[in-house]
């Protein structure tokens, strides 16, 4: 607030204030004792009254004369300030009394002395009246200490303050004078300040609005006229400095105009060389794109061909032969697929899924995958998911399980001996979603801080010397990196050199809507499994997983402690029924295993075998089918043979009736390389499927104007006229013709984010990336026809045994999630319909009226899915499917689903009928 002053109001401020307290403070004080003093006096004033009329009322009161009281009371009425006066007996009854009645409540006198009480309007005496009073007014008394009476007297206090107020008004108008006096100086004194210092303001806006040339003049005092003289040379200096800075704005400006000529050259070719950049841009797209089609054509061959060399009778150093070849090829396709990765994410052309995936099922898949190479170097491979972490989330599965399979495998590489350790925990979770840790931690050579330094960069590695061991691009980590701070994550590493390193992944992932987990139900509760693993952290992980199927774990050292276990139980106890043991060739030799296994058998207790990956073969030669399982152990695979350990399933002695022979898709491959037109012609027909091959577009446009294929593979780069060309061209012919399209999948070799959006737009039905195999073919097949592909090798009993059995109430109880009761409804509800739906479908057929007849399979399928007739859903799948396409083979699958029909119905029966009343309770 002074801030804000002007030098006028700080004069008077700094003028009045001062005064004005002290003018405040020493009227009120000399008030203040004024009217102390005038109440002392007002005090003595009334005790010297009473004094005086003590010895004049003591004779009245001796006599009890009130005529006498009443006249000396009015007559001290006349006294300046009294009120009231009057006067008591000893008992303190009123004798006289004059004036109006007293407001003070009465002293409490101890009857020897004078006794006050004032209050803001008054004060009240009380005076005892003794003997020795009388003998002042002349009467002798003998007893001069007795009490005679009391004199009551009430002073007011009105004069004494009216006098009060008259002082502190004289004071207060001489205070206000002083100050309006004061006040009247002060002005005078700030006009003759403030007065100069305006005229010097005016002179400073005139400099600052530009007009240098303005002085100011003497302004009568001598401050006042340095402060001049220093502002007029101030304004000289200013003046002198804009003269020459016009001079070097003139010169600046020619500068200038100089250089916009001269940038403006350079804008015209920076546009050029930009449109350059873009057209090499292009440019290294499209080479991208045509080297990934030219090494992956021929890679196609190289693989395809190798696996099918492998199934035939070789020596066996053609297949280690082969397997190296394979191998290389493999690396090849790794490589190149990490730089066309590289180059997507550069050019901000990779594009993330967002699909319901699991975490467990993901990390189990990686492990399983690199289980070989981490075997062949004796390592451990081990995954640990903590119990409350969200398995069923919403990301790119895919992209994941390539960060993890970088990082898996990079510690594989720079491992010798020990373990490798996947961890997944919860850091934290809302309704929605979860933040993620994942952590590969390994037993390696661990990193130094300059290899920290450049882990992250490209075409870098930790050991980047002629001699290192572990090969590869370098990229792997970088498109990690990218992939996971894509998704919103972080990646980073702990590592010490020589120690080992734990690299580890922090994202949040959006949980999955649906939990529903097609994963194989648990075994039943209540058994009680041993383990016997050796190495730690496994053990730990098996446990964990053997506990989540609702088993009783006991772990155990060796296997001489298991079999003292089986040999003397324990009472109370439940007995071992299982034995999941952890063996290698160092510790557990096939035929000593075997031995041992067959002592736990004969004492009740089941065994699986969990060995590394490269020696489970030689476990398989001497132990069942079903007892070996590769490590890491696989939830999935490790519950399925939990299941069949345990469950102790009967073998099925009623075989499923035989199905009629099924129809053979044809189909029509198109390829202008031979090698990958062989490729896939062999390992189509391989599968079953006749196939028709053409090396060009127009030779395809030509086959299928001639004959009805079930669905065409097509080469996209071909000379002349190319996939989409020809895709385009049979478009045309089927809208044309008016018939259904034929199924068209692409077979590509490139790998570009946006191949796939074009390939779709131009008329295709889906695609494929080479290379390729024969589980890609045959899923691709029976996904747009409907048709199953069969390996003609595999035996005929399995097929009927497994996939196409008739009943299979093993699958029905799977699917009904353990509960049998529910099993049982979900059968008996399918078998009260079946009747119903055949004859429902029979009707439609004979009305010709395909939208009613795909509605009634569609129903019927949609009842299979729930129960264990494979031989009946698989109809109902090839003749839905058929239906939609409009494809002339729709009626034989019909009569087919017919006969399923009816084989499902006598099964039913049959089986009904062989359930022995112990089965029925």
Not at 92 to 105: C, E, K
Not at 143 to 169: I, K, M, P, Q
Not at 853 to 866: M, P, Q
Request: charged content about 25%.
């Amino acid at each position: 607030m002074f801030k804000e002053l002007g030098i006028k109001g700080r004069v008077l401020l700094l003028t009045l204030l001062p005064t004005s307290l002290l003018a405040m403070v020493l009227g009120g004080y000399f008030t203040w004792v004024q009217l102390s003093d005038m109440r002392s006096q007002l005090i003595e004033r009334g005790q010297l009254i009473a004094e005086q009329l003590a010895p004049l009322s003591a004779p009245a009161l001796a006599l009890g004369d009130t005529a006498l009281l009443e006249r000396i009371a009015n007559d001290a009425l006349d006294q300046p300030d009294v009120r009231a006066v009057t006067f008591l007996n000893p008992e303190r009854l009123r004798l006289a009394h004059a004036g109006p009645s007293i407001l003070t409540p009465m002293p409490a006198g101890d009857g020897s002395h004078l006794s006050m009480v004032s209050s803001l309007d008054t004060t009240h005496f009380l005076l005892p009246v003794l003997g020795h009073h009388r003998s002042l007014s002349g009467t002798p008394e003998e007893d001069a200490d007795r009490l005679l009476g009391w004199v009551e007297l009430e002073l007011s206090h009105h004069g004494t303050l009216l006098r009060g107020y008259r002082s502190l008004f004289t004071s207060l108008l001489l205070i206000v004078t002083g100050l309006a006096v004061t006040a009247l100086l002060a002005l005078r004194m700030s006009r003759a300040i403030s007065a100069p210092l305006r005229e010097i303001a005016q002179g400073v806006a005139q400099l600052k609005e530009g007009r240098l040339e303005t002085r100011l003049p003497a302004l009568g005092s001598h401050e006042l006229d340095e402060l001049a003289s220093g502002i007029n040379r101030m304004a000289e200096a200013l003046q002198s400095a804009q003269e020459e800075m016009q001079h070097n704005i003139d010169q600046a400006t020619e500068d200038v105009r100089q250089n916009l000529e001269t940038i403006e050259i350079q804008n015209i070719e920076l546009d050029l060389a930009r449109k350059e950049a873009l057209e090499a841009s292009r440019i290294k797209s499209e080479f991208l794109a045509n080297m990934s089609h030219e090494i992956r054509t021929p890679l196609n061959g190289i693989i395809g061909f190798t696996n099918l060399l492998q199934k035939s009778e070789l020596t066996s150093r053609q297949q280690d032969y082969l397997g190296t070849i394979q191998k290389s090829a493999e690396s090849l396709l790794g490589i190149i697929s990490e730089i066309l990765d590289f180059s997507k994410i550069e050019a901000g052309k990779l594009i993330l899924e967002n699909i319901p995936f699991n975490l467990r099922e993901l990390v189990q898949d990686t492990l399983t995958i690199l289980a070989p190479a981490a075997h062949e170097k004796s390592l451990e491979l081990v995954s640990l998911i903590y119990r409350d972490t969200p398995l069923n989330l919403v990301g790119d599965p895919l992209r994941l399980k390539q960060v993890l399979t970088n990082l898996v495998s990079n510690a594989i590489k720079f491992t010798q001996e020990g373990s490798i350790v996947v961890r997944a925990m919860l850091e934290d979770e809302s309704e929605d979603s979860a933040q993620l840790r994942i952590s590969v931690q390994d037993t390696g050579i661990g990193l130094t801080n300059a290899d920290l330094r450049a882990l992250f960069q490209a075409f870098s590695q930790a050991d980047n010397s002629l001699s290192r061991q572990a090969g590869g691009t370098g990229l792997g980590l970088v498109i990690s990196k990218r992939l996971i701070e894509q998704m919103g994550g972080e990646i980073g590493v702990d590592s010490s050199n020589g120690e080992g390193s734990e690299f580890w992944i922090s994202l949040t992932l959006p949980k999955a809507r649906d939990d529903s987990d097609d994963s194989i139900p648990a075994p039943p509760s209540g058994h009680r499994v041993a383990l016997c693993e050796p190495h730690e952290l496994t053990r730990s992980a098996l446990h964990h997983q053997l506990q989540d199927c609702g088993l009783e774990v006991s772990e155990f050292s060796d296997l001489s402690s298991l079999r003292m276990a089986l040999e003397t139980p324990v009472e109370g106890v439940s007995p071992i029924a299982l034995a999941v043991l952890g063996v290698n060739l160092q510790t557990h030799t096939p035929d000593a295993l075997r031995q041992t296994i067959r002592e736990f058998e004969q004492r009740g207790c089941k065994t699986l075998v969990l060995c590394p990956t490269v020696e489970q073969a030689l476990y398989n030669t001497v132990l069942p089918d079903g007892q070996v399982q590769s490590k890491p152990a696989c939830t999935r695979k490790l519950q399925q043979a939990l299941n069949d350990l345990l469950h102790l399933r009967p073998t099925r002695k009623d075989k499923p009736s035989p199905l009629e022979e099924r129809a053979v898709p044809r189909l029509l491959c198109v390829d202008d390389n031979p090698a990958n037109l062989l490729l896939v012609q062999t390992l189509l027909s391989d599968l079953g499927a006749e196939v028709v091959a053409v090396d060009n577009g127009p030779a395809a446009v030509d086959a299928v104007q001639r004959e009805r294929f079930d669905m065409l593979f097509m080469d996209v780069q071909m000379p002349g006229m190319d996939g989409r060309q020809a895709t385009a061209a049979i478009r045309h012919w089927e809208a044309k013709r008016e018939v259904s399209p034929v199924p068209i999948v692409a077979l590509t070799a490139h790998a570009l984010a946006n191949e796939k959006r074009a390939l779709l737009q131009g008329g295709m039905d889906d695609y494929l990336t080479k290379p390729i195999d024969e589980r890609q073919l045959a899923q691709v097949v029976l996904k747009w026809t409907g048709l199953s592909l069969v390996n003609r090798a595999a035996s005929v009993e399995q097929s009927a045994a497994t996939s196409l059995c008739v009943l299979d109430p093993d699958e029905g109880l799977r699917l009904a999630a353990g509960k049998a009761d529910l099993a049982a409804d979900m059968l008996a509800m399918l078998l009260a319909s079946l009747a119903a739906d055949r004859q429902a479908i029979r009707l439609a057929r004979e009305r010709n009226d395909r939208a009613g007849l795909i509605e009634r399979v569609h129903r019927l399928h949609g009842a299979t899915r729930y129960c264990g007739v494979p031989q009946l859903r698989a109809a109902c799948q090839r003749s839905e499917t058929l239906l939609k396409q409009n494809d002339p083979n729709a009626p034989a699958a019909l009569d087919e689903l017919d006969r399923a029909i009816a084989e499902l119905a006598r099964a039913a029966g049959n089986h009904s009928e062989q359930k022995t009343p112990q089965d029925s309770l």
